[in-house]
């Protein structure tokens, strides 16, 4: 109860071998810490406890939770304190249900749009020093967060006060920057025809 909980809720699919031992050597040089994750299906629940005994982690450490119900989904990110993105398919829709359930979170970004996604929403939600762009860089990132329950408490405050004001959350903009883009659509087709 009073170690730091880690998150991964993307799909295991998502999990590559790197980053999952980059996860592993988190866990390691964070005492105390879990590693939740979203119980997607047996096989990859077998894979990811074997490497990480081979990493030196004992299972205990993983904590595998099955599918929810979505009122039950969204609460569980407000139980963690930072959700690990995977690479190099980011988080999408779970990134942004996170970042509105107020739970930070650390990404690594890369040089394709499915590796870029989490960056993004995170630079519209005014957090782009949670963006890394090497596995070095990410790694030393979680472990600096992870033996530093300010920092996330700092992270978490800071999306409480900001996150649903922010401009990945205003809709009403958003709305009206679609609704512009059609206009101006509509008027460059009637100019051509």
């Given at each position: 109860?009073?170690?730091?909980?880690?998150?991964?809720?993307?799909?295991?699919?998502?999990?590559?071998?790197?980053?999952?031992?980059?996860?592993?050597?988190?866990?390691?040089?964070?005492?105390?810490?879990?590693?939740?994750?979203?119980?997607?299906?047996?096989?990859?629940?077998?894979?990811?406890?074997?490497?990480?005994?081979?990493?030196?982690?004992?299972?205990?450490?993983?904590?595998?939770?099955?599918?929810?119900?979505?009122a039950d989904y969204m609460a569980r990110f407000q139980l963690a304190d930072l959700f690990l993105d995977t690479f190099p398919y980011?988080?999408?829709?779970?990134?942004?249900?996170?970042?509105?359930?107020?739970?930070?979170?650390?990404?690594?970004?890369?040089?394709?749009?499915?590796?870029?996604?989490?960056?993004?929403?995170?630079?519209?939600?005014?957090?782009?020093?949670?963006?890394?762009?090497?596995?070095?860089?990410?790694?030393?990132?979680?472990?600096?967060?992870?033996?530093?329950?300010?920092?996330?408490?700092?992270?978490?405050?800071?999306?409480?006060?900001?996150?649903?004001?922010?401009?990945?959350?205003?809709?009403?903009?958003?709305?009206?920057?679609?609704?512009?883009?059609?206009?101006?659509?509509?008027?460059?087709?009637?100019?051509?025809?």
């Open positions: 109860e009073d170690g730091f909980v880690f998150c991964a809720f993307n799909n295991n699919h998502k999990m590559s071998e790197p980053v999952w031992r980059c996860w592993m050597r988190v866990l390691r040089q964070v005492p105390g810490s879990v590693l939740w994750l979203l119980a997607d299906n047996p096989f990859a629940k077998a894979n990811l406890t074997r490497v990480a005994l081979e990493e030196g982690i004992a299972p205990e450490r993983l904590v595998f939770a099955g599918r929810a119900q979505p980011n988080a999408g829709t779970t990134a942004s249900d996170c970042l509105w359930m107020g739970t930070p979170i650390l990404t690594r970004s890369g040089k394709t749009y499915i590796s870029r996604m989490a960056g993004s929403l995170l630079t519209a939600v005014g957090l782009p020093d949670l963006i890394t762009t090497t596995i070095e860089e990410y790694e030393q990132r979680a472990v600096q967060i992870g033996n530093q329950p300010a920092r996330v408490a700092s992270y978490k405050r800071y999306l409480a006060e900001h996150g649903h004001s922010s401009p990945l959350f205003d809709i009403p903009a958003i709305v009206r920057d679609i609704e512009r883009e059609f206009e101006r659509l509509a008027l460059e087709a009637r100019a051509k025809s």
